[in-house]
């Protein structure tokens, strides 16, 4: 593989992407983490790098991984019908926690 530099400055970067018609602030976004990304695999990063998010979309590349205590959101959106429910929500709610704290 064949590396080469396409710009060596934002300015420079900028131009480029205006050469060949991507000018949207969603088109520049996208094509310039695709080149950051690929830059870093290009310089030995490996590709089995996990990369943990919230579970916003952008971030599924690679390997993904959801952050626990984001997920925790959801559960804590949970309501329970019943009062046995709502003490297993609390349960999980306080396993999670304690795990937190103890890591």
């Not at 300015?11 to 991507?22: C, F, M, P």
């Not at 310039?32 to 790098?49: F, K, N």
């Not at 019908?81 to 937190?100: G, K, M």
Request: net charge negative; glycine share 8%; hydrophobic share 50%.
């Amino acid at each position: 593989m064949t590396s080469f530099v396409l710009a060596n400055s934002t300015q420079a970067w900028n131009q480029y992407l205006d050469s060949i018609g991507i000018v949207t602030p969603l088109g520049v976004r996208l094509v310039t983490q695709a080149a950051l990304l690929g830059g870093l695999i290009e310089a030995g990063v490996s590709q089995r790098l996990v990369i943990l998010s919230d579970g916003a979309g952008q971030f599924n590349l690679l390997v993904h991984a959801l952050c626990w205590v984001h997920a925790e959101r959801a559960i804590r959106k949970l309501q329970g019908s019943t009062a046995v429910f709502r003490a297993q929500i609390e349960e999980v709610q306080t396993l999670l926690w304690d795990y937190y704290q103890e890591h």
